[in-house]
């Protein structure tokens, strides 16, 4: 158990719909980093937060969004769903900024868009 | 651009045997490089990361890594393979800094056999 928390696990809905992703990073992380996994476009990074703040953004579409709150939890927004975004998202969390921090990652949210 | 390229999609060893999977990438500077391993139905999990200091890399599970500037490479080693590292590894290449706007491999998937 990485401590990395994600909500749902399963996520299945239509096209056109929209929904809310949430991640719970390990106790003291500060960081938050949202992955995307799929078959055609396998393994991207999406954005980082830090301390509620965003750091970086990566191949994230504008359909997308994320926050980071107080509470150091994020959530992961997708909206206007396509099929093509059917794919197994992941968060991690580290403690700090910098790659001396080992990174953790949650189990990841399935999402299928029918 | 920064890219990473993992040559072989599907590596079988026998249990016991040696393991070289190759990755090699392509960045203007000294990049941050990390390996991952993602066990089946399960979330990705970091194995060792690379960003500076010496060249060869340990990390955990048994694996190591080496860094070889010159021939761009970054491969994962490990000298006796066990049934249970049996899943899809990810090689990755990042900006100096972190784990932000990491770019990852298409994966090399290994089948360990008895």
């Known amino acids: 158990d990485s401590g990395v928390t994600q909500t749902p696990k399963h996520l299945i809905t239509a096209t056109g719909q929209r929904v809310t992703l949430r991640c719970s990073p390990r106790s003291g992380d500060l960081s938050v980093y949202w992955y995307q996994q799929s078959l055609d476009q396998g393994l991207q990074f999406l954005i980082q937060?830090?301390?509620?703040?965003?750091?970086a953004k990566g191949n994230i579409l504008e359909r997308f969004s994320a926050q980071q709150f107080p509470d150091l939890h994020s959530e992961l927004n997708l909206s206007s769903l396509e099929l093509g975004d059917s794919a197994l998202y992941f968060c991690?969390?580290?403690?700090?900024?910098?790659?001396?921090?080992?990174?953790?990652f949650g189990p990841g949210t399935r999402l299928t868009v029918l | 651009a920064q890219s990473v390229t993992q040559p072989d999609i599907h590596i079988t060893v026998s249990e016991g045997a040696s393991l070289e999977l190759r990755c090699n990438y392509s960045y203007g500077a000294t990049p941050y490089l990390f390996w991952y391993v993602q066990s089946p139905g399960q979330g990705l999990q970091l194995l060792l990361k690379?960003?500076?200091?010496?060249?060869l890399v340990q990390g955990i599970k048994g694996f190591e890594a080496e860094f070889k500037r010159s021939q761009s490479s970054f491969n994962l080693r490990k000298p006796s393979v066990h049934w249970s590292d049996a899943a899809e590894y990810f090689c990755a290449v990042g900006d100096p800094g972190g784990y932000q706007k990491v770019t990852f491999g298409t994966g090399t998937k290994l089948q360990v056999i008895p």
């Open positions: 937060y830090y301390n509620g703040e965003e750091r």
């Open positions: 991690a969390s580290s403690a700090g900024t910098g790659g001396r921090d080992t990174q953790y």
């Open positions: 690379y960003f500076s200091g010496d060249t």
